[in-house]
């Protein structure tokens, strides 16, 4: 379920617009042509060196709406028309995705920020079999301005996720992984376990009890 938003990346912070859900995506590639190089000296290597190169992901879709992709690759779009020139300019968005893991459980993913290019268009004639044209974005991510990150994720399932923290909290829409590239992973109570109310020893008065927490 990959979604998308409108980025204003500054060294004093990072700003996003609302979320906007990108339907048809069949398939997610991330790749950060990550190096490794080794220094040798004294007859053996003497240093390992690592660096992540060009951060590159492709996406490809059944269908992708005029609209969205005028949208995410600069161009213009009136009346159902889009129009492209050699001065559009892709603008910089977040991408936000999960994916399935064989136990049925979920990876959450963040890319921070980045820009989707023109892509190659194959178009074929009709033929006797079905064969279905898919489209392939591709996209390459840079690392924030405000903390020089570029991607995040967390598994639904990981032991350490804070109390109430599951794979239903996360997928939620509104206020789950998807309302925000910058969403914080919280733990989560209910006020009515929390807090009892009962009649005061005077009239006019209330008695309110806290449950304290574990180890308080």
């Known amino acids: 379920r990959p979604d998308q938003t409108a980025v204003s990346d500054r060294t004093d912070g990072t700003v996003y617009g609302d979320p906007v859900k990108l ?10 042509n990550s190096e490794v190089a080794s220094y040798y000296a004294d007859d053996g290597v003497y240093e390992v060196f690592s660096q992540t190169g060009e951060i590159e992901m492709e996406f490809t879709l059944a269908n992708l709406s005029p ?3 005028a949208f995410l690759l600069g161009a213009s779009y009136a009346n159902g028309v889009v129009s492209d020139g050699n001065a559009d300019v892709s603008p910089n968005v977040a991408i936000m995705y999960r994916s399935q893991k064989s ?3 979920y990876v959450y993913y963040t890319v921070y920020s980045g820009k989707f290019a023109k892509p190659e268009e194959n178009s074929n004639t009709k033929a006797d079999a079905v ?4 489209k392939t974005l591709m996209f390459k991510a840079a690392s924030r301005l405000s903390d020089n990150k570029y991607r995040r994720y967390v598994e639904s399932d990981d032991e350490n996720l804070p109390a109430g923290v599951d794979n239903d909290t996360l997928a939620n829409v509104t206020s789950g992984w998807f309302s925000g590239p910058d969403y914080v992973v919280a733990a989560t109570t209910s006020p009515i376990d929390d807090l009892a109310a009962t009649t005061g020893s005077s009239g006019g008065e209330i008695d309110i009890t806290f449950t304290a927490a574990t180890g308080a």
């Open 131 to 134: 064969e279905f044209q898919e």
């Open 23 to 32: 339907p048809g995506v069949t398939a997610v590639t991330f790749n950060p």
């Open 67 to 69: 609209e969205d992709q």
């Open 103 to 105: 136990n049925g459980e």
